[in-house]
Every structure is written in C-alpha cells, then in structure tokens.
T-cell receptor, first 115, second 112 residues
C-alpha cells in the first residue's frame, strides 16, 4: 500500500494523559499536513510541513499540541494533558508540493476519544 | 478566513438519479478540490479544478467552477448505493499558504 498511513487508528485515553500519533506520507511527498475533524464538521487545518520545516500553525494548535517531522519523512503529533475537547478525528495528508496544483492525499485518520 | 460552504447539507435520492451539490467560498483561490468521506473514514480525493478552469469531468463526476460567483458544483450522474457518503469542497488561498479550508459537507444518501 503506497498511500498515507496513520497509527494508531483509534486511541482512547483519560483526561490529562499525553498521546502521540504518527503519520507516514506517500513516498517523495514534500508536504505533510495535519487536520482535525469533529463530528458533523469538515476538517480544520492544524499545521503543515515542507520537508522538515514547520511552515504554518493554526491558532487551533494550542501550546499543548506539538508536531514534528524530524527527517522530512514521517511526522508525529503529540497532545499533552489531553482534554475532553480534544476528542476528534486527526487526519494527516501529504502532497508533492508543486507550485500550482497540489492535490492533498489523506490518510485514514486517528480517532481520539478522551474520557 | 475563507470558507467553503456546501449546499444542501443533506441530500437523499433514488439510485440511478443524478446528485448535485454546491459549494461557495469567500476569497480568491488557486484550486478547488472535492473530497468524499465514508462514515468514520478518511477523505478520498475526487477531483481538482484550477481557478482558470470552468469545467472538469472524471467518470461519472462533473465539476464546474465560477470564480466570478465564487462557487462550484459537483454533479454525480447515475448514482449508486456506493456513492452514499459525505462530500466536501476544499479551497486553497491564492498566493497564500497551502492549507485547505473545508466546508461542512453535504451528506448524500442513495436509496436503493
């Protein structure tokens, strides 16, 4: 399978715990994105990387959230001291990074439930 | 910030009929993309239309773009039960960052 993969697919945690999600993009895709989707809503942008550089972060990404892409390949998204409001689907996407047309391909998502 | 808004929010039709969904956005864009999402799953890319294009086809899908009205439509012809899903339009800002801005989606149900 050469698509975007995410791990784990589901995560249940207690409030106050830390969680970390992983995303493996399509090979040779330079750009990697994180989005969050709550029930009944469209995805909302969190952050994106061009290779290993994090170029933009949404205001949705509070200090409790941190994302890395250390070698320009896979990425991790960590949430510290989780809150019930963090419960959502966390989606990762990747794209080639061409100048004009830049289709983003999404992974299956990690569904987080904070009890 | 710009935002795509889909209309209608929910659509229910009989198998074999055509389904039309509309999307409006607020600011100038580079591209507009349509995605499908089955319940609780990831998003599947359907089609991308550039800001200088007016119409694009892919199989049973037809997308139009009217930049003067800042709107797009997605037509699915000869619908099938497997088309049941949520459909989202997503835009990226002209000259801006690469993030996509999604609407709330249209929930399409195809009745057998």
């Amino acid at each position: 399978d050469t698509g975007v993969s995410q791990d784990p697919r589901h995560k249940i945690t207690k409030r106050g715990q830390n969680v970390t999600f992983r995303c493996d993009p399509i090979s040779e895709h330079n750009r990697l994105y994180w989005y969050r989707q709550t029930l009944g809503q469209g995805p909302e942008f969190l952050t994106y990387f061009q290779n290993e550089a994090q170029l933009e972060k949404s205001r949705l990404l509070s200090d409790r959230f941190s994302a890395e892409r250390p070698k320009g390949s896979f990425s991790t998204l960590e949430i510290q001291r989780t809150e019930q409001g963090d419960s959502a689907m966390y989606l990762c996407a990747s794209s080639l990074g061409t100048l004009t047309t830049d289709t983003q391909y999404f992974g299956p998502g990690t569904r987080l439930t904070v009890l | 910030s710009q935002q795509g808004e889909e209309d209608p929010q929910a659509l229910s039709i009989q198998e074999g009929e055509n389904a039309t969904m509309n999307c409006s956005y607020k600011t100038s864009i580079n591209n507009l993309q349509w995605y499908r999402q089955n319940s609780g799953r990831g998003l599947v890319h359907l089609i991308l239309i550039r800001s200088n294009e007016r119409e694009k086809h892919s199989g049973r899908l037809r997308v139009t773009l009217d930049t003067s009205k800042k709107s797009s439509s997605l037509l699915i012809t000869a619908s099938r039960a497997a088309d049941t899903a949520s459909y989202f339009c997503a835009t990226d800002a002209f000259g801006g960052a690469q993030k996509l801005v999604f609407g709330q989606g249209t929930r399409l149900t195809i009745n057998p």
